[in-house]
């Protein structure tokens, strides 16, 4: 529905109202007698309001249905936006994932190194083997093979029983802990509880 069709009607009532105006004004003295053909005007004018008036309510029908399709599409292109935003995103995530870590994540502290083997009974026995260790200061590994299904790991402390640090705990797997070590005497234990307790320690001296 176009709208040429509701100006048109505007146009008429217009030109009504000043026709109504213009013979209301001219006819001031014999206006009452020309009661008849002010009737018809009355009626003609009234019949153009009643029909521009039915125009626009439909046409303000039409135009908000028109409004609320937009709406839609508009709402529509929106979320087609967003999940190819998304699409786009998670190859540039994949790019990141793929990047080597930092140089300076890799590089081994300057220093000795030195590796230490530890071990549980596959019995799951709380004992490690060995239950000493004397090494050299500087970088200490040391790589934890727990054979068994108890689930133990490895923690350091110094001589005032603070943490230096702990692997992770595991079951028939192998840990690794790496700790810069400084001259001293230290104890590694399990962290799990009650194991250590239960005798899982043994000293570590480095000199
Ligand atoms: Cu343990």
Known sequence: MDGTLFYFLGGALVLAALVISYVGIRGKGGFPANSRAMAGVLAAFGLLVAVTAA???ANAREEQEHRNEELAEAQAEAEEGVSQGEAESDPEEGTQEGEPPPIGEQTPSAG??????LTSPEDGSLEFEPNAIQTDPGRLTIVYDNPSQTPHNVAVEDEEAELLGQSETIAQAVTELSLDMVPGEYIYFCGVPGHREGGMEGTLTIE
């Open 112 to 117: 000795p190194k030195a590796q230490a083997d």
């Open 55 to 57: 125009y626009a309510v």
